[in-house]
């Protein structure tokens, strides 16, 4: 993921803990803590082993938390002990110490597909677009073979979520398809509108116009007037590229900068 700020201070340790869930490595206690406090959906049963066992004793020095993890590990869950063990850094006040007890508690009383939820959206905030994707859909997969319904609003929001993850792809119809079944479970207008900005940047329909039927008509306009004034912000930030006079190098260059456009246009804050 590489979002952990490298800590400086405390000296490169000489083999870092690879963390394959998150596709980083560690360096230090503090980047350690950190990790778990704010990666904590992605920590499983996996992650306490013999490399990190060898990463606290020979790495930190801290033969104390590789007893802890020893002696508690067999006892409590993967979650439960990863907050016993940031806890045990010394490297949180009170107050954090507080919320991420929290944050364990109500993350075991989550069912599973709660839970991978949570490590779909924490993919997705870090812009790792194929995991949270894959997560998404699986759960989707899961859904339709046990025929366990989720709640309208779980369901709705990993559509929405899978939108996002497509218009970051240029997958525009792909796109159009998730928001509007998004739109289906949670019937939100603010859904509607991002689903018309969609089709304002797309080169292709993405969706049946159908769909905005049951929106009154100034609504739309100041949607399009919205949009408008987007594009052209983000267009006069462009001036004076030039993508020439080909058609196809044209829609290339356009293609460059959708993210860009798209992160104005539409509410959300997944790019």
Request: charged residues 30%.
């Amino acid at each position: 993921m590489g979002r952990i700020v490298r800590c400086l201070d405390t000296g490169e340790v000489k083999n870092p803990l690879y963390v394959a869930a998150a596709g980083i490595h560690l360096y230090s206690l503090e980047e350690l803590s950190y990790f778990l406090q704010h990666f904590l959906y992605l920590i499983d049963d996996a992650f306490f082993d013999t490399e990190l066992m060898r990463f606290l004793r020979e790495d930190l020095n801290r033969r104390d938390l590789a007893e802890l993890v020893v002696s508690r590990v067999s006892q409590v869950s993967s979650v439960v002990l990863a907050g016993e063990l940031a806890c045990a850094t010394g490297d949180m006040d009170e107050t954090e110490r507080k919320f991420l007890k929290e944050k364990v508690s109500v993350f075991q009383k989550l069912p599973d597909s709660g839970k991978k939820k949570l490590q779909a959206d924490l993919f997705l905030k870090h812009k790792e677009y194929d995991k949270a994707a894959e997560i998404y859909l699986q759960l989707l997969h899961d859904n339709g073979q046990k025929r366990i319904g989720k709640s309208d609003e779980e369901t709705g929001m990993i559509y929405y979520s899978l939108g996002k993850i497509y218009m970051a792809a240029f997958e525009w119809k792909a796109a159009g398809d998730a928001l509007s079944r998004a739109y289906e479970y949670l019937h939100q207008e603010s859904v509607l509108q991002e689903l018309f900005e969609l089709s304002c940047i797309s080169p292709v329909q993405v969706c049946d116009p159908g769909i905005f039927s049951e929106i009154h008509v100034i609504t739309m306009r100041k949607w399009q007037e919205n949009f408008n004034r987007k594009k052209e912000k983000i267009e006069q930030e462009m001036d004076g590229k030039d993508y020439g006079d080909n058609s196809e190098e044209i829609f290339r260059g356009w293609k460059r900068d959708f993210r860009k456009i798209s992160k104005s246009c539409c509410q959300g804050s997944t790019f």
